[in-house]
């Protein structure tokens, strides 16, 4: 019997107000300097119709702004053309007529069309790929976080030095986050979300800390601590094979330290 394939879904990443960025946002930059507008469309406003490009360019090629369609069969890659990077809402599209990939076999989750049907608005979590909703939960969590581990710092300024900096040392010495994660993302088409998820991961950490009266060595350890705990939410499903793995993603997850990282499976 021959095995069911899943079928393709095809997503596009949008502005907070439903309209598409533009594909590249350097030459978006200078078309606005030159006084030129750079054509949208709005894709909350056009569920479930077809929608043809207001401006296609040359297929397909990357000739201007705004010059097709853009869409991902991998959503953990759709924030890697977004200029900035969040929030933003992601839409199910289905592409009509003829297709292209300008990124060819470096990029085969990449299509671009003239035309689509918009099919529903996604969770915005998907962007992040199908762990996405462990990572957006935990974004969640950091702030509320951020203050807990600041004021254990502050009970125990020499303790959590000497607990912070060996597991520092061995973040460091085991490559766990630019090399483990940032592979097993990358490997797994999540390299966007890792990159999208880690700097958020220091924003909405660092101004708790600092609220909460976290030295700036704390601060900036802290956002250590939470960009680790995104990224091991992140690659959770792709660091497992092994023990010496799961003792990766163990310290991604906080291991070593005294306080409690979330860590669902």
């Not at 030159?34 to 056009?46: F, I, K, S, W, Y």
């Not at 397909?60 to 977004?82: K, Q």
């Not at 030095?161 to 597991?167: E, L, N, Q, S």
């Given at each position: 019997?021959?095995?069911?394939?899943?079928p393709?879904?095809?997503?596009m990443?949008?502005?907070?107000?439903?309209?598409?960025?533009?594909?590249?946002?350097?030459?978006?930059?200078y078309?606005?300097?030159?006084?030129?507008?750079?054509?949208?469309?709005?894709?909350?406003?056009?569920?479930?119709?077809?929608?043809?490009?207001?401006?296609?360019?040359?297929?397909?090629?990357?000739?201007?702004?705004?010059?097709?369609?853009?869409?991902?069969?991998r959503?953990?890659?759709?924030?890697?053309?977004?200029?900035?990077?969040?929030?933003?809402r992601?839409?199910?599209?289905?592409?009509?007529?003829?297709t292209?990939?300008?990124?060819?076999?470096y990029?085969?989750?990449?299509?671009?069309?003239?035309q689509?049907?918009?099919?529903?608005?996604?969770?915005a979590?998907?962007?992040?790929?199908?762990?996405?909703?462990?990572?957006?939960d935990?974004?969640?969590?950091?702030?509320?976080?951020a203050?807990q581990?600041a004021?254990?710092?502050?009970?125990?300024?020499?303790?959590?030095?000497?607990?912070?900096?060996?597991?520092?040392?061995?973040?460091?010495?085991?490559?766990?986050?630019?090399?483990?994660?940032?592979c097993r993302?990358?490997?797994?088409?999540?390299e966007?979300?890792l990159?999208?998820a880690?700097?958020?991961?220091?924003?909405?950490?660092?101004?708790?800390?600092i609220?909460?009266g976290?030295?700036?060595?704390?601060?900036?350890?802290?956002?250590?601590?939470?960009?680790?705990?995104?990224?091991?939410?992140?690659?959770?499903?792709?660091?497992?094979?092994?023990?010496?793995?799961?003792?990766?993603?163990?310290?991604?997850?906080?291991a070593?330290?005294?306080?409690q990282?979330?860590?669902?499976?």
């Amino acid at each position: 019997m021959a095995r069911s394939t899943r079928p393709v879904v095809h997503y596009m990443a949008t502005r907070p107000d439903g309209t598409v960025p533009p594909n590249i946002e350097d030459l978006a930059r200078y078309a606005r300097a030159r006084g030129e507008q750079v054509p949208t469309v709005n894709l909350a406003d056009h569920l479930g119709q077809v929608v043809d490009h207001p401006s296609p360019g040359r297929k397909w090629y990357t000739d201007r702004a705004f010059g097709y369609f853009h869409m991902y069969t991998r959503p953990g890659e759709i924030l890697e053309l977004i200029e900035d990077d969040w929030p933003i809402r992601v839409f199910v599209v289905e592409p009509l007529g003829e297709t292209g990939n300008c990124g060819g076999d470096y990029r085969p989750f990449w299509l671009m069309a003239q035309q689509i049907r918009v099919i529903e608005e996604a969770d915005a979590w998907v962007a992040f790929g199908h762990r996405g909703k462990h990572v957006l939960d935990t974004l969640g969590q950091l702030p509320g976080l951020a203050r807990q581990w600041a004021a254990e710092w502050a009970a125990d300024p020499e303790g959590a030095r000497r607990t912070y900096g060996a597991w520092e040392k061995r973040v460091e010495q085991t490559l766990a986050l630019t090399s483990w994660a940032a592979c097993r993302a990358r490997y797994s088409r999540r390299e966007a979300a890792l990159q999208t998820a880690t700097q958020l991961a220091v924003d909405v950490a660092g101004q708790p800390a600092i609220d909460a009266g976290a030295e700036p060595h704390a601060v900036a350890l802290i956002q250590l601590r939470a960009r680790c705990l995104v990224a091991g939410q992140l690659v959770h499903d792709r660091l497992r094979a092994s023990e010496y793995e799961q003792s990766i993603r163990a310290l991604l997850l906080g291991a070593g330290l005294d306080a409690q990282a979330p860590a669902r499976a």
